[in-house]
Nanobody, 114 residues
Framework: QVQLVESGGGLVQAGGSLRLSCVAS????????MGWYRQAPGKQRDLVAT???????NYADSVKGRFTISRDNAKNTVYLQMNSLKPEDTAVYYC????????WGQGTQVTVSS
């Protein structure tokens, strides 16, 4: 079992920045992927960014150049630095761990006002 705890969401004006954090605990395998997904009201949950334990990254086109994913493997923590935020970035952001099994965090709300 893996538990994920997210933090860092909130309300920010357009053009502002936020940094999300997600700490994984439990049975963590050294080879894994962690990342962020988001779900706006009435829409499906979409990928934002992922990063493997080896350092490979994948970003949604809509966030490239604005968001940066990073991780600290020693702390089992993944971060999402979000800059130049837009109102369309408003969503609940979920952390995901994929190792031997897939696990999700409880989500953190990000609201960007225009």
């Amino acid at each position: 079992q893996v538990q994920l705890v997210e933090s860092g969401g909130g309300l920010v004006q357009a053009g502002g920045s936020l940094r999300l954090s997600c700490v994984a605990s439990g049975t963590i395998f050294s080879i894994n992927a962690m990342g962020w997904y988001r779900q706006a009201p009435g829409k499906q949950r979409d990928l934002v960014a992922t990063m493997t334990s080896g350092g490979s990254t994948n970003y949604a086109d809509s966030v490239k150049g604005r968001f940066t994913i990073s991780r600290d493997n020693a702390k089992n923590t993944v971060y999402l630095q979000m800059n130049s935020l837009k109102p369309e970035d408003t969503a609940v952001y979920y952390c995901r761990y994929a190792g031997r099994g897939n696990y999700w965090g409880q989500g953190t709300q990000v609201t960007v006002s225009s």
